[in-house]
């Protein structure tokens, strides 16, 4: 597969599943925590589909579109495995990370504490969506909308 149709799938896959889990996510309170603001287009379809709710976005730098950057109080700009630390017992309804790299190596230094931070991060029968697998005992894998490949983005339950 090219790397644009890679870039398509991924796209698909967020879309689809943002979709699907923000259903749900409206009827959880607290906060819902952007992890990898980049150019804010999954941020602005956050923002759309859960009207109101607040969303702290994350990322080393801004480089987010005009149109996609969050008030100053909820950008928190660092790494993420420190700046969202800070936020352990916020209890988020969702956590959304896209933060993979598609080099293995990064990603599977990403692995080893992202998915703790997550569990901490989310209340119980929260949502963690993610473009890098989140194993975790407290993380349970749900299934991912039919339209989204095997192991294309990962989709767990706070338990
Ligand atoms: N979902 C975003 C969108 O729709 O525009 C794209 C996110 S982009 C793929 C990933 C972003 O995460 C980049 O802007 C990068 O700077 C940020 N990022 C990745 N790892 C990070 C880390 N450990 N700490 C802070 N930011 C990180």
Same mark, same amino acid.
């Given at each position: 597969m090219s790397r644009l149709e890679s870039f398509i799938r991924r796209l698909t896959a967020q879309r689809d599943i943002l979709d699907q889990v923000c259903a749900e996510v409206a009827k959880i309170e607290g906060p819902v925590l952007e992890l990898g603001l980049g150019n804010g287009r999954t941020f602005h379809h956050l923002r759309e589909r859960l009207p109101g709710r607040r969303i702290v976005a994350f990322d080393r730098a801004l480089a987010a579109h005009a149109s996609s950057i969050p008030e100053a109080e909820n950008l928190v700009l660092g790494e993420i495995r420190e700046? @969202?630390?800070?936020?352990? =017992?916020? =209890? @988020? @309804?969702l956590v959304h990370a &896209?933060?993979?790299? =598609?080099y293995e190596d990064r990603d599977a230094v990403t692995a080893t504490w992202l998915p703790d931070l997550i569990a901490r991060l989310l209340r119980v029968g929260g949502i963690a969506v993610s =473009?890098? +697998?989140? &194993?975790? +005992?407290?993380l349970q894998r749900l299934a991912p909308p039919p339209s989204v490949p095997a192991d294309r983005y990962y989709i767990c339950r706070r338990v």
């Open positions: 700046t @969202a630390s800070r936020f352990i =017992g916020i =209890g @988020a @309804a &896209d933060i993979g790299t =598609g =473009g890098t +697998p989140l &194993d975790h +005992p407290q």
